[in-house]
Nanobody, 123 residues
């Protein structure tokens, strides 16, 4: 069993910053990609940023130059630093991880989601 717990969401004015954190816990052997998605009201969940275990990153076009994804492998934690926030960034932000989990004497590859954290950017 593997869980992801997010923190750091909240209300911020346009132009402000927030930092999201997401920590994985449980029977973890290793973690591959870690990602942040967001879902605005009435819209589909979309990828915001992804970071591989080796540190390579990719970003949605809408957040390039404003958001930075990073990870601390020793802490099984991924971060999303969000700067120059815009009202259109308002959404629930979800953490996602692809995890090798210990199970029954072996390993199993899982895709795990966090519960989501709300980010609201006021104009």
């Amino acid at each position: 069993q593997v869980q992801l717990v997010e923190s750091g969401g909240g209300l911020v004015q346009a132009g402000g910053s927030l930092r999201l954190s997401c920590t994985a816990s449980g029977s973890i052997s290793s973690i591959n990609d870690m990602s942040w998605y967001h879902q605005a009201p009435g819209k589909q969940r979309e990828l915001v940023a992804k970071i591989a275990s080796g540190g390579s990153t990719n970003y949605a076009y809408s957040v390039k130059g404003r958001f930075t994804i990073s990870r601390d492998n020793a802490k099984n934690t991924v971060y999303l630093q969000m700067n120059s926030l815009k009202p259109e960034d308002t959404a629930v932000y979800y953490c996602n991880a692809v995890v090798w989990s210990y199970e029954s004497g072996g390993r199993r590859l899982l895709e795990v989601w966090g519960q989501g954290t709300l980010v609201t950017v006021s104009a």
